[in-house]
């Protein structure tokens, strides 16, 4: 969730890390549905238009965090890369 490190290491190479777009509707640091859709047949024209608002607005990248594992083949389908994590409490 918190990538400082991301930032700081990609700003110390000659890039600029933010300003980037967050998916993370509700936020929260468990897995739930990121892409708010009633039909999911949707969800690739969805995530191209997440592309193009980053595209268009010259942002660094866009991130989806926590994505439930139903709407994971949509951002796999659509090339992003899938972020592996464990949690332990």
């Keep these: 969730v918190f990538d400082h490190a991301w930032a700081d290491a990609w700003e110390r190479a000659g890039g600029q890390y933010y300003p ?20 999911p047949a949707q969800a ?17 990248s866009a991130h989806a965090t926590f994505v439930c594992p139903d709407q994971l083949p949509a951002f796999e389908a ?10 332990f409490h």
Excluded: C, M, N, Y
């Design 20 to 39: 980037k777009l967050q998916v993370a509707v509700p936020f929260t640091p468990a897995p739930g549905p990121r892409l708010l859709l009633r039909d």
């Design 44 to 60: 690739p024209a969805l995530i191209a238009a997440i592309e193009a608002v980053t595209d268009q607005h010259g942002l660094s």
């Design 78 to 87: 659509a090339g992003w890369l899938i972020r592996e994590g464990t949690q």
